[in-house]
């Protein structure tokens, strides 16, 4: 299925823009989730081995996740595993129902495998997603791999507001997702980034924290940017640390942007927005080193960024990641880009002589 989709499906999505082609799989995968046999035909198609983890009390089927903002209302929850993914993370989404960024606002550079956005965390809200995941919950179709839930400041809420903002759609959606992940990085909502500064922070972990219930215990992990210089991460990672943080995401879209190869990268990259895909891997990866190294690999770390095959794969997590995120290569590859990236870092740890996959992580350092 690899080969059908890069020469038929993605030349195909190629020709129409980049938000509508994500929309039509959206679509196909929500249908498919939708009844036993479409899920069996995905699953037959794209299964990944198995390489179990077991992070933040929970085990996974193997270390590699969908990123954010794939499915930004979750509407293909069902269908994430069937593509072989092992975990996933619905959202971005916000306190208020919001539109996000005019369009177009996605844009693909096909040389570097490489995407720009500025969605500006389009979302129905967190009333409306808790709704939706309700009904699904009670008709029994809640996915059978662990769910985490990315959470960001709505764009009418001032950053001095900013803390309740993220607690209340955190309390509206503690029992739909297993552990939540607070997005202080995306680029495109104005002065977000601004959030991961310590007046902000401290105030948003200490309301978040508040609501934390103890007979219903999930984690909390604090998403960051690749473009603050590393003693600013390292003073926010101070900061999340005294507040108790559970893990850490590394990283978020970039807005730094590498010297175009061709005039169709000039012209995407001339875009306002975000960078990820493969030039972003490099970055994503010192960010995760600088983590692992400060928290002495005590602390989870999710390592996204520019994971695209099993070589980037392995390097994120013997640089300190135990889990893993993907979401522009499945743009590129399609979804057997799952399956081959999971099969091949089992093989590099045969290879290498681990006997098991939490083995392997922040190798390097040892
Ligand atoms: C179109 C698009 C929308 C995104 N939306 C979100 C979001 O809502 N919240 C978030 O934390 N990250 C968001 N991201 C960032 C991804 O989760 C991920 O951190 C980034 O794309 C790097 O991974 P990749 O190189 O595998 O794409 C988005 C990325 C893209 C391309």
């Known amino acids: 299925m690899g080969l059908p989709y890069r020469t038929l499906i993605f030349p195909l999505l190629k020709g129409i823009s980049s938000e509508k082609s994500h929309n039509i799989s959206i679509n196909i995968l929500s249908k498919f989730g939708q009844n036993s046999i479409g899920k069996r035909i995905l699953h037959s198609t794209y299964a990944s081995p198995e390489e179990p983890i077991e992070v933040f009390d929970t085990l996974f089927k193997h270390p590699l996740g969908l990123a954010a903002g794939f499915d930004k209302g979750a509407d293909a929850l069902s269908s994430w595993s069937s593509l072989g993914f092992s975990w996933g993370e619905y959202g971005g ?68 507001n900013s803390p309740g903002d993220y607690s209340e759609t955190l309390k509206i959606l503690w029992d739909y997702a297993d552990f939540f992940v607070l997005n202080v990085s995306s680029p495109n909502t104005p002065n977000l980034r601004e959030l991961q500064g310590q007046t902000y922070l401290d105030s948003i972990l200490q309301e978040c924290n508040k609501i934390r219930k103890i007979d219903n215990e999930k984690k909390i992990l604090l998403k960051l940017s690749p473009d603050r210089t590393n003693d600013q991460i390292l003073d926010t990672l101070d900061v999340a640390i005294r507040n108790n943080i559970d893990g850490f995401v590394a990283t978020n879209t970039t807005v730094k942007k590498p010297n175009p190869v061709n ?25 995760i080193e600088l983590i692992f190294n400060h928290t002495e690999g005590k602390i989870p770390i999710v390592g996204v960024g520019g994971i695209e095959s099993s070589d980037t794969a392995w390097s994120s997590i013997i640089s300190g990641a135990s889990l893993l995120q993907l979401y522009s290569s499945l743009v590129f590859q399609g979804p057997s880009v799952v399956s081959s990236i999971v099969k091949g870092i089992k093989e590099k740890r045969i290879e290498k002589g681990f006997s098991n996959i939490s083995e392997a992580v922040g190798y390097k350092h040892k």
């Open 93 to 160: 989404i916000t306190r208020f129902p919001q539109e996000g960024n005019p369009k177009p606002r996605m844009f693909r550079a096909n040389k570097e495998n490489a995407l720009v956005n500025r969605m500006g965390l389009n979302n129905p809200g967190a009333m409306a997603i808790k709704d939706k995941l309700l009904i699904r919950k009670s008709s029994n179709n809640w996915p059978n791999i662990p769910v985490a839930a990315n959470i960001g400041r709505s764009s009418k809420v001032s950053n001095e």
């Open 263 to 287: 005039t169709q990268s000039r012209r995407v990259f001339s875009e306002e927005g975000g960078l990820s895909g493969r030039p972003l891997h490099n970055r994503s990866k010192e960010v």
